[in-house]
């Protein structure tokens, strides 16, 4: 795969996941093409507050070599709004131990889903996404600007008003809009503010597909908002297929084009 690195007025990145093996080789694979790899925490390490096997000096040896840096997508099975105060202190203290593994590669964003359950009522779980975000806020410090909402399967809206009044940031999946159907243009609007952006294909009702040039409706809109110069952050490639990311990386390139000499 052809190097992407710098050639973009943003970081373009991809996931710690693109070939199945552990993160190390992923990255080892990934560090010399791209401005950024996404570690990926799907799951938390539970109740028995295990450690999480990460190779944290090798990472930070590669970004070193490499001009690398490294955002994550924190645990999806993390559950802030729950009813049992039990629950959510377990899922604060998952946060807490990443951010303090992750530390030494000094990331740039922690992606953070606020998971909706069926129960508790919509007030109750708002009240208890918003305890549980004052908490989390307090213990990072300094550190929980770098925690990213994302938005997830229902809209964002429900959330936004919270994270704004906290301070978060937002990690904004233009992935998910597509997929849930969300607003569209709603969505783009954020995206200059937006810490991370995520971006991905769906194909014949599945995400996480590769970008396609018959998408090209909705990359456009993506181009032309990026064009602005107004997002500095880190755009990930969100697939977990070697071959969709360098797909990918073909079809955003030439979707690029037209806005190319405007913002160098």
Request: proline residues 7%; hydrophobic residues 45%.
């Amino acid at each position: 795969m052809e190097s992407v690195k710098g050639r973009y007025p943003w970081r373009l990145g991809a996931p710690s996941y693109v070939i199945p093996e552990a993160i190390l080789p992923n990255v080892e694979l990934l560090a010399p093409v791209v401005d950024d790899v996404q570690l990926l925490f799907f799951e938390s390490t539970g109740a028995q507050g295990l450690a999480h096997n990460v190779p944290v000096a090798a990472l930070a040896d590669l970004a070193a070599a490499h001009d690398l840096t490294y955002t994550v997508h924190l645990p999806t099975d993390i559950w802030l709004g729950h009813p049992d105060p039990a629950v959510r202190e377990q899922g604060i203290a998952e946060i807490e131990q990443l951010v303090a593994l992750l530390a030494p590669l000094g990331p740039l964003a922690f992606d953070l889903h606020l998971n909706r359950q069926p129960e508790p009522a919509p007030a109750a779980w708002e009240a208890h996404l918003a305890d549980s975000l004052t908490l989390l806020r307090r213990r990072l410090g300094a550190e929980a600007d770098k925690i990213a909402i994302e938005n997830i399967d229902y809209p964002f809206a429900l959330v936004q008003s919270l994270v704004a009044a906290q301070g978060f940031s937002v990690c904004l999946d233009l992935g998910h809009v597509l997929y849930y159907q969300h607003e569209w243009p709603a969505a783009l609007t954020m995206a200059p503010s937006s810490r991370h952006l995520h971006l991905h294909g769906v194909r014949e009702g599945r995400d996480h597909r590769p970008l396609e040039l018959d998408q090209a409706s909705h990359l456009t809109a993506v181009g032309q908002v990026l064009s602005r110069g107004e997002f500095r952050g880190v755009l990930t490639l969100e697939m977990y297929k070697y071959e969709y990311l360098r797909r990918s990386c073909e079809v955003l390139a030439e979707l690029w084009q037209p806005y190319a000499r405007s913002t160098n």
